[in-house]
């Protein structure tokens, strides 16, 4: 599953688009804006990034009553960092933003490991005490020093290949409201590096005392992560796993059966490289969980790949 | 039956067994059209076997001897392995060459030597679409520098079949990475069916080995539109087999990846489910668009248009136009197949509208 669609809701709004110069449509309901920039579509996106994305901004109707904002497409994203400052900037205008997602890109407006962040902790120091969801796609670049968000329930860092820094800088960021983590380890082909430290670190759940659905997807090193998560003290306080988008196959099943993931509510194995016994197996041992495993994945003799590696 | 002034009886230039060849001649059998079939190998052995006739011209592409022969006379001597890429602008040269051998010598034919041309020519289809205004990507730099150019790139080879040595290319921050259904064997490139990532040295292998093939033409890559189907998320883009300028049969097909064309192993997806994704107002700017693509070769009856729709659903794009792009098993528009389109435009003119609005 390479990511080929746009989300249509974000923080329970409907997400509505507005592309590089155009007006904002008049909505009757609050929706989450999306900012999508492209000076390869407009001959009139002739700046940079922050230069853009401020003056989109600009243009926000009723900016403090913005509940929720996307920040799809940038201009030569593939070249060119996230438009931090401009959203740090214009922070002090946006008091009701409780849900924000940076890198929105579909793999045919950015790939992801081409997507171009920056140093992200003015950003999220900007906005933490006041998001509740908070989305980064891409972490090319991504430097992010560990922070704390008192109301932030759900948190996501989607990369083809998350650097162990990454990692760490979760596990001793400071998230008491948080339920949702969501953490795409990727391939080390890009730049997946997680340390067993860093992750045993992530997986001590200190950083997340209220943690109830954890994703650790999107990875190449599933039996390193299963084995990890049956030994944390995070897994047992879990209700709802996902494991989906990597390369999962048999290697994981004796982890898996053997009795530290039975009391979830939810595994989510979409992609998957599992045979049907080996579903039939984790099914039995997992009696009362409902297990999503669809898009099985076949190996060819080239190995098995993530889903959104690149 | 046939209207006044239509031909009582088409020969179809084609390969015996050819699926091809069964479709078009099941349909013209169910709708009375009659048909003879001039197999390939016969028509370059003896053209005046066309005198007189009125001619369909189906793709030789199933007899390797016909092939050979074709890239022969194009030019091209050496042998192919298979999946090798390569001869492709003399295979297109010997087929243009022996279907002005044919057509000066019909009655009729459905397509015309120049069209042909064209049409195998993506650089010249490119060329004539952007005359009549009908959208295509953007161009980009010449082949030599797409390496050097930061930007997102499209790379075809100016001759060859749908995804026949095409690369997605990102150049930027110190860094390139070519993406496409293709591999190096001794140097040499193959078709293949896996999308294969290259970085920077790789990169530059494999577009140096393409180009060493033939010619190659660069667009800007248009990102294309996605829709969620079952547990994939897959982008979209649309074959639109256009008969006498009106689009009759629809197939969408679906891709994990930038190359959406089914003998990747990508799939069809439902095209109505498509439609009501991007709404009637995009979709009749597909509609629309390749139908002005297909007035781009008017004296050829029968295109198939690869459209693609922008990835904020709005606007479209000509990514192709096949001549012989007709071959949908099992696809229907207005109840009918790309074949019985054809033989009713052959008889005379169909009734009723193209694609259901």
């Known amino acids: ?310 | 039956m046939s209207e006044p002034g239509a031909p009582d009886a088409i020969t179809i230039v084609g390969v015996p067994s050819d699926r091809r060849v069964l479709g078009f001649e099941d349909a013209a059998a169910r709708l009375g059209l009659a048909t003879t079939l001039l197999p390939w190998s016969d028509a370059l052995a003896d053209p005046s076997r066309a005198s007189g006739a009125h001619l369909r011209i189906e793709s030789p592409g199933l007899d390797s001897a016909a092939a050979d022969e074709l890239r022969r006379r194009g030019g091209h001597s050496a042998a192919l392995a298979h999946g090798e890429i390569g001869g492709w602008q003399e295979w297109a040269d010997g087929l243009v060459g022996a279907v002005d051998d044919l057509a000066r010598r019909a009655a009729s034919c459905d397509t015309t030597p120049a069209e042909l041309a064209a049409l195998f020519d993506k650089r010249r289809t490119r060329r004539r679409l952007a005359a009549l205004g009908v959208p295509v990507p953007h161009d980009g730099p010449p082949a030599a520098q797409v390496l050097r150019t930061p930007g997102r790139w499209f790379v075809k080879t100016a001759h060859g079949s749908s995804a026949s040595g095409a690369l997605a290319v990102t150049v930027g921050r110190g860094r390139v990475e070519a993406l496409g259904p293709l591999v190096l064997v001794d140097g040499v490139p193959f078709n293949d069916l896996a999308l294969h990532r290259y970085r920077d040295d790789a990169a530059d292998a494999v577009l140096t080995a393409l180009a060493a093939r033939g010619p190659l033409l660069v667009e800007r890559w248009f990102p294309k539109w996605g829709m969620r189907t079952d547990d994939r998320s897959l982008t979209i883009d649309l074959r639109i087999v256009v008969v006498d300028q009106v689009a009759r049969v629809v197939v969408a097909r679906g891709a994990a990846g930038p190359m959406t064309n089914l003998h990747l192993g990508n799939r069809r997806v439902d095209v109505e489910a498509v439609r009501a994704g991007v709404g009637d107002a995009t979709w009749q700017r597909v509609l629309t668009v390749a139908e002005a693509a297909a007035g781009a070769f008017p004296r050829t009856r029968c295109v198939g248009a690869d459209v693609m729709i922008g990835s904020e659903g709005e606007r479209v794009a000509v990514a192709e136009i096949n001549a012989f792009g007709d071959l949908l098993p099992g696809a229907r528009g207005g109840g009918r197949s790309a074949y019985d389109w054809q033989v009713a435009a052959w008889l005379g003119g169909p009734s009723g509208a193209g694609w259901a609005t």
């Not at chain 1, 507005?18 to 001959?43: K, Q």
């Not at chain 1, 989607?158 to 339920?179: F, H, K, M, Q, Y």
């Open chain 1, 1 to 310: 599953m390479t990511i080929s669609t746009n989300l249509t809701t974000f923080g329970g709004f409907p997400v509505r688009t507005v592309e590089d110069h155009d007006p904002f449509p008049e909505v009757g309901a609050p929706v989450a804006w999306r900012a999508s920039l492209n000076n390869y579509r407009s001959d009139a996106v002739t700046g940079t990034p922050d230069e853009e994305l401020a003056g989109w901004l600009e243009r926000l109707p009723s900016p403090e009553t913005v509940q929720a904002l996307i920040v799809g497409e940038w201009p030569e994203a593939f070249e060119e960092g996230a438009p931090v400052q401009a959203l740090v900037d214009f922070a002090p205008r946006l008091p009701a933003l409780r849900h924000l997602f940076v890198g929105e890109m579909t793999f045919e407006e950015c790939e992801i490991s081409w997507i171009q962040q920056g140093d992200v902790t003015p950003l999220v120091e900007a906005y933490a005490p006041q998001l509740e969801t908070l989305f980064l796609r891409g972490t090319t670049e991504l430097v992010l020093a560990p922070f704390t968000a008192a109301h932030l329930v759900s948190l996501g860092l989607e990369s083809g290949g998350l650097d162990t820094t990454l990692v760490r800088a979760i596990a001793d960021s400071t998230l008491p409201a948080l339920r949702s983590l969501e953490v795409w380890l990727g391939t080390s082909d890009y730049g997946a590096n997680a340390s067993d430290d860093d992750l045993a670190a992530l997986l001590s759940g200190a950083a997340t005392p209220a943690l109830s659905h954890l994703g650790l997807k999107n990875s190449d090193e599933p039996l390193r992560d299963v084995t990890a998560l049956a030994a944390s003290p995070l897994l047992p306080r879990l209700a709802s796993l996902d494991l989906s988008q990597g390369t999962l196959g048999a290697e994981c099943v004796p982890t898996l059966t053997a009795g530290a993931f039975a009391h979830l509510d939810r595994l989510d194995l979409r992609y998957h490289y599992l045979s049907d016994d080996d579903l039939t197996r984790i099914r039995a041992a997992l009696p009362t969980t409902q297990i999503d495993a669809g898009d099985a994945q076949a190996e060819e003799e080239w190995g098995r790949f993530v889903a959104v590696g690149e």
